[in-house]
């Protein structure tokens, strides 16, 4: 028998998990991602991690998966954008691991990822379905039909950055101020709630004074879901990522009951929490470096 290790890399700390073919999660480990300190660094942190979760499992390792947040070109491995995994830029990490570990490397978006190891814990999922993500940053993953939507060429478009109907200051670094990044990303609500109450976000909200900011919380995700529900007809949302159990607690329910209000051309889906939790987008990329293939 042998293993499949996945790897998925967030802004803050990457959870990796070893998958033997019989889908039993044999090992697994965090650490930070620690990207500002550069590629070498991050390279020699992933390789001692891949060490470690094959010594653990006692299998022979038989291919690595990346789940990798922010845009990346899953044909390249190069990863494109300064703001989310600053230090890692225009470098490709899949070519570099499969250089120093001599095993073959996949790589996707971190949203796709997370969306194919939470559809692996469904074994009747619904055909459209949408994933979004809640950490340090927002990432989105919509599947039609049972297959990944991507732009032409294959790229994965970066949907965290859709206009919502909440400003806030100051913009985003995409340049808007409404975009959904910039209200509903962990770092986002956290920082918001710091200035309106110096607090944390979880606090806030078990207070009389957290009202507004639940409110303005629930029609920014209700917007998102909205926009992909309209154009894509998804079933289910997913939603995971770093905030999950925050939205669980406080967001979901009183979005689903603002989203049923609304008139049904704006879609019927039902919105749920990962079942895979926190293992869904390293889950997924052990699953596509068993596939052998980028996720189509
Ligand atoms: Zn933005």
Do not use: W
Request: charged share 15%.
């Amino acid at each position: 028998m042998s293993i499949t290790i996945g790897l998925d890399i967030g802004g803050t700390s990457v959870h990796a998990l070893a998958l033997d073919t019989n889908n039993t999660i044999t090992a697994r480990a965090n650490y930070p991602t620690n990207s500002a300190q550069g590629i070498e660094v991050f390279l020699d942190a992933t390789q001692q991690c891949i060490n470690t979760l094959e010594a653990e499992s006692g299998k022979d390792l038989q291919a690595i998966g990346i789940g990798c947040t922010g845009p990346v070109d899953y044909q390249s491995g190069i990863i494109a954008n300064p703001y989310t995994l600053p230090g890692l830029e225009g470098h490709s990490i899949s070519a570099l691991l499969a250089e120093r570990i001599r095993v073959p490397t996949f790589i996707d978006n971190d949203a796709n990822t997370a969306h194919l190891g939470e559809i692996h814990t469904h074994p009747n999922a619904p055909s459209n379905t949408v994933l979004l993500t809640f950490g340090t940053g927002v990432g989105v993953s919509v599947r039609v039909d049972g297959e990944l939507f991507r732009t032409p060429g294959g790229v994965h478009p970066e949907m965290g950055h859709i206009p919502i109907s909440i400003h806030h200051n100051p913009p985003c670094y995409c340049g808007r101020t409404n975009c959904a990044e910039n209200i509903l990303s962990g770092n986002a609500i956290n920082k918001y709630a710091k200035h309106l109450a110096d607090t944390t976000a979880e606090h806030l909200l078990t207070t009389q004074d957290g009202r507004p900011f639940e409110e303005d919380l629930v029609i920014a995700l209700t917007d998102v879901i909205v926009t992909f529900t309209t154009i894509f007809h998804a079933q289910t949302v997913f939603i995971g990522g770093g905030m999950q159990d925050f939205f669980e607690h406080h967001l979901i329910e009183k979005t689903q009951r603002r989203l049923n209000s609304l008139l049904p051309i704006y879609g019927k889906a039902t919105i749920e929490g990962c079942r895979a939790k926190e293992n869904a987008g390293a889950l997924g990329a052990a699953l596509l470096a068993r596939r052998g293939r980028s996720i189509t």
